[in-house]
């Protein structure tokens, strides 16, 4: 059965400093990863996700994730963090024959100090 | 319409009763996705229709949880004696094809049962 761990429940970093958020997934095959937004009240916003090729890909909103097999990871990364990223980040894996049914995270809470 | 819409955005219903979810999917998407969100969960899926069908009901809690896509577009979740575990925040994403496309969501219903 797949999953998704998020090591980090809550983490807080200062207007302009980098931010990475950790995300570590199990699944037999080749995995569909996926990393959300949530901002409170909002529905599910996709940051970025990675189907094959480069195992570094763009997202929007300056974000940037790292695919790394031998680790089971997919860490997300943004170099400067701005006060509007305060929000809740979930990373999700799926099926390559069904990518829209996915296994999330429990979620990573992210403050941004002034 | 331009974005995945779900009706209403906020339920609130007593232990037992009868409640239904509606979701209208973005025009010309095949694949409809339910997703359950606990406070302080990711999503979870519950099921995915491939048109008129339920391609996958796997996610389903119990025989209290139904849906349904009749003509392919709209889906209506339908929950019977409804109880205090049952509230939550019930997604509903759906893509152009399934498979490898990408899930577009709503912005959920927050279901209230006291």
């Known amino acids: 059965a797949q999953s998704v761990t998020q090591p980090d429940i809550h983490i807080t970093v200062s207007e302009g400093a980098s931010l990475e958020l950790r995300c570590n997934y199990s699944y037999g095959a080749t995995p569909y990863l996926f990393w959300y937004v949530q901002s409170p009240g909002q529905g599910l916003q996709l940051l970025l996700k990675?189907?094959?090729?480069?195992?570094l890909v763009q997202g929007i909103k300056g974000f940037e994730a790292e695919f790394k097999r031998s680790q089971s990871s997919f860490n997300l990364r943004k170099p400067s963090v701005h006060w509007s990223d305060a929000a809740e980040y979930f990373c999700?894996?799926?099926?390559?024959?069904?990518?829209?049914?996915?296994?999330f995270g429990d979620g990573t809470t992210l403050t941004v100090k002034p | 319409g331009a974005g995945v819409s779900q009706t209403p955005s906020n339920k609130v219903t007593e232990k037992g009763k009868y409640v239904e979810l509606r979701c209208d999917p973005i025009?010309?998407?095949?694949?409809l996705y339910w997703y359950r969100q606990s406070l302080g969960q990711g999503p979870e899926f519950l099921i995915y229709?491939?048109?008129?069908?339920?391609?996958?009901d796997s996610g389903l809690p119990n025989d209290r949880f139904f849906a349904v896509r009749p003509e392919g577009s709209v889906s209506t979740l339908k929950i019977q004696r409804t109880e205090r575990g049952d509230s939550a925040v019930y997604l509903c994403?759906?893509?152009?094809?399934?498979?490898?496309?990408?899930?577009?969501f709503g912005q959920g219903t927050r279901l209230t049962v006291v």
């Open positions: 994403a759906s893509s152009l094809i399934g498979g490898a496309g990408e899930a577009f």
């Open positions: 999700a894996v799926g099926a390559e024959t069904n990518a829209g049914k996915s296994t």
């Open positions: 990675y189907f094959s090729g480069d195992t």
């Open positions: 025009s010309g998407h095949t694949a």
């Open positions: 229709f491939q048109g008129t069908g339920a391609a996958d």
